[in-house]
């Protein structure tokens, strides 16, 4: 059984408020790999392309046939318990403030024993479902729960530090306005969100989606206009306080590419929205956000940034369009950075095109709002940094681990 | 066909010495190794320089290693060793000396090891303790060697059935033989009731299963029987010593160390066997080990740890006496000074120099060590059977 977590309590000013501290972040190069697949969600570990033995830990050259052949490869993800441990004692802060702890010694079935991060109804010497997922520090570990968790598995304490639910949490949506609002707003709050602002600017302009949004459980409609300096401000400081996730789904999308533009009035609007305006926002609610990483069992604990997958790779269709969530992505980069020491996760979740009035004249298969809203969640559950959103998004994302230049040429999606 | 190992006739240990231990200190690992050595040759009475080989062991040198050490002590051997080995780097420096005195490539070898402990000398030996640590073991919970221990221990009592009061029983036994030591940090006589009521470290272990991290050193001299004689030193000899490395890396979860391995060929080549030592210095960080090495080290079968030690007495009036020093349970673990601790009592126990308790008319003894959780399981195993010289 998983103990249940006690309900989001008002902060009672008296009281100590707990410091983010992060768990142990040092590690080799090699084991940076595991870093790597826990950001994306996936149970890989380094193989031998030799012999075929399974490394665990990470290291440069098989320990088995002593080849120079390892590969990261998708391995089987269960295993059976050895042994475990309560820790009642630490030498880590981190840990300290998390006492007590669960540890399990697993034995892979795909080979090596790993030390793993234990749930709480895992059964002696049970089977379990293995995962990396990243912890506060950012950095990957091994997570393990029963093949057949609990339906209140979410709660775990203890795993619950390697992802962002957002049960329990207070979220700030950006933009009311967008096709995707509707979706991710009803979808947060279904999923336990305490309380759920949604941003809207020009209030006099009629909007479906704000419409639809207005109407949801826990939903509070807020000012918040990204292209204006004041505007951010003047929000973070009524709710700066309060947020514990902050959903980025600034949008703002024209067709065109760099040679045949009249002017750059459509690319200064872009620059606006997506990339300065994620400035604006990490200025304004990335101080407190740190801050409160560890602030009680529901601390801040995510920063979304809904992007186009052509931040990745220019869509020359979408050109300037392309080049602003570029740049937005190379911001989001340094937002992780700046928000790691609280044990924020920062979710790029990179969308493929969607079912929306912009991109009418783009072909099938493009993203029903829904399905973005179930990816997100899944994302922050599992705590992921890099979350590729439909097939269109998968297909480039692969396509470019294998061959950017490929891709660069051959876009055609 | 194997070929026989050669014995270790004409092999002389002695001037069994220890830097008192402190709990935290503000010397350096090169003072204590320092003064580990001067020990050495104030007890010899002989001259610095005549130490013409060294055999060093510490965590917390760095950034220095056994080579800077030289020029620090003012030392210029013509023999050096460094034995990273944690809790076997007595017997293992212990091996490499007698080779080298028997080869004639050293005269006299000093084998030491000695660590400082400041308040955070012991946190931050653990982080960076190996890089398999430091990727897979210490992000998870920062316990240290108190979780890798937890696994085994929790392992072992489910497989064998052991339970907490068989694990009390050793370490209580270990007490008594501490309170007679001076030295010893543990002052107080250990109840079953103490044991079992003890603060929870890492279930199932309590606070009386886990060492204390110190400051110390210890050292012995190797050199041949003639000149130990000469010099008017008592010493004993070496009938026989064992190291492996890395046993059985295919088994899921340690259970038995490098000594099954190697188990026959060391009473072999002593001549006796386990029932003919008169007492057993065993590594003893936490007591899962001791039971392992009780097992592998063929005192008893494999699994019939707890049943062992239920019928015997370990004290050092015992039938068994084990640890007869208090070992690292009652006196700290001075780093990697505790893989000498059951060195020099041996020694201390065969020359009739003992600080605590004597066993009495002790021949025959068994040093066993045990280091270096590099991962999941203890790496290095290593045993010597010491004998009383001939009169």
Redesign the interface.
């Known amino acids: 059984m998983t103990t249940q977590m006690p309900p989001p309590r008002k902060k009672d000013p008296t009281q100590r408020t707990r410091l983010p501290t992060q768990?142990?972040?040092?590690?080799?190069r090699?084991?940076l790999g595991?870093t790597a697949m826990a950001a994306q969600g996936r149970f890989a570990l380094q193989v031998c392309g030799e012999c075929g033995t399974v490394q665990?830990?990470?290291r440069q050259l098989c320990g088995s046939c002593l080849a120079d052949a390892l590969g990261w490869r998708d391995v089987a993800d269960t295993g059976r318990v050895?042994?475990?441990?309560?820790?009642?004692?630490?030498?880590?802060l981190?840990?300290r403030e998390r006492l007590p702890?669960r540890?399990g010694?697993v034995?892979l079935d795909c080979g090596p024993?790993?030390?793993?991060?234990l749930a709480e109804d895992c059964a002696?010497?049970g089977q379990v479902r293995l995962a990396l997922q990243l912890?506060r520090?950012g950095?990957a570990?091994l997570t393990a729960r029963p093949l057949r968790a609990d339906a209140d598995a979410g709660e775990d304490r203890q795993l619950r530090e390697a992802g962002c639910d957002p049960k329990g949490r207070r979220v700030l949506l950006v933009d009311g306005r967008t096709v995707l609002a509707p979706a991710l707003a009803e979808a947060l709050g279904k999923a336990g969100a305490r309380q759920i602002f949604v941003g809207h600017a020009e209030p006099w302009k009629r909007s479906a989606a704000l419409e639809a949004v207005r109407g949801l459980p826990n939903v509070e409609l807020v000012p918040l206009d990204v292209t204006d300096s004041d505007s951010v401000r003047e929000l973070a400081a009524l709710i700066g306080g309060k947020v514990e996730i902050l959903v980025n789904n600034s949008y703002h999308l024209r067709d065109g590419g760099a040679v045949d533009r009249a002017d750059v009035n459509t690319p200064r609007d872009e620059i606006e929205v997506h990339y300065l305006g994620l400035l604006r926002l990490a200025r304004e609610f990335g101080p407190a956000l740190r801050a409160r990483g560890a602030d009680g069992d529901y601390g801040a604990s995510a920063w979304v940034n809904l992007l186009s997958v052509y931040a990745l790779v220019n869509n020359p269709a979408l050109g300037t369009y392309s080049a602003s969530q570029a740049a937005a992505l190379s911001l989001s980069h340094c937002l992780r950075a700046e928000l790691r020491p609280g044990g924020v996760r920062v979710l790029n979740a990179f969308l493929g095109p969607l079912e929306d009035e912009w991109h009418q004249l783009v072909p099938p298969p493009k993203l029903e709002p829904p399905t973005v809203a179930r990816a997100v969640l899944r994302g922050l559950r599992d705590g992921l940094e890099d979350l590729h959103v439909g097939p269109v998004a998968e297909e480039i994302a692969r396509r470019l681990a294998e061959n950017p230049k490929e891709i660069e040429r051959e876009i055609r999606l | 066909m194997v070929r026989p190992r050669q014995g270790y006739d004409g092999i002389a240990v002695c001037v069994p010495v220890t830097v008192p231990y402190a709990r935290y200190s503000e010397r350096s690992a090169h003072w204590f190794c320092g003064r580990a050595l001067a020990a050495l040759i104030a007890g010899a009475g002989i001259d610095k320089l005549e130490v013409d080989g060294l055999c060093v062991s510490s965590f917390t040198l760095a950034p220095d290693t056994a080579v800077g050490l030289m020029q620090y002590l003012g030392m210029s051997p013509r023999w050096l060793d460094h034995v990273p080995m944690g809790g076997a780097s007595g017997v293992v420096a212990l091996r490499r000396a007698a080779r080298a005195v028997q080869a004639g490539d050293a005269e006299i070898v000093a084998c030491l090891a000695g660590d400082t402990n400041h308040v955070d000398t012991f946190r931050n030996t653990i982080a960076s303790f190996s890089q398999f640590a430091r990727d897979a073991v210490y992000p998870y919970g920062s316990g240290g060697p108190n979780s890798s221990f937890a696994f085994l221990t929790d392992h072992y009592m489910r497989s064998y059935g052991a339970r907490a009061e068989d694990f009390g029983r050793l370490c209580i036994a270990q007490r008594d033989n501490g309170l007679r030591h001076p030295a010893t940090m543990m002052k107080r006589r250990l109840t079953m009731e103490d044991y079992l009521n003890a603060r929870p470290i890492a279930d199932p272990l309590r606070l009386f299963d886990c060492v204390m991290p110190c400051a110390g050193a210890d050292g012995v001299l190797v050199m041949t029987a003639d000149r130990a004689r000469a010099l008017g030193l008592p010493y004993v000899r070496i009938l026989s010593t064992i190291e492996r490395h890395n046993a059985f890396p295919d088994d899921p979860i340690q259970y038995r160390g490098g000594w099954a391995m190697d188990v026959d060929e060391f009473y072999d080549m002593a001549g006796i066997g386990p029932a003919e030592v008169d007492f057993l210095q065993a590594y003893d960080d936490y007591p899962v080990i001791n039971f392992m090495q009780l097992e592998d080290l063929g005192f008893c079968a494999k699994g019939e740890a707890p049943a062992f030690v239920r019928a015997h007495d370990f004290t050092i009036d015992g039938d068994l006496p084990f640890n007869t020093s208090g070992g690292q349970l009652s006196l700290g673990q001075a780093g990697a000074a505790g893989g000498y601790l059951g060195l020099v009592e041996a020694v201390r126990q065969l020359t009739g120099q003992c600080l605590g308790g004597a066993v009495p008319d002790a021949r025959a003894g068994l040093v066993s060590g045990f280091g270096m959780i590099n991962y999941d399981r203890g790496l290095c195993s290593g045993a010597a059977i010491l004998a009383a010289a001939d009169e």
């Open positions: 768990p142990p972040g040092g590690r080799s090699e084991a595991l665990y830990p990470p050895l042994a475990e441990t309560v820790l009642r004692h630490s030498n880590d981190f840990f702890w540890l010694m034995q024993p790993a030390v793993a991060h002696q010497g912890d520090a950095q570990v």
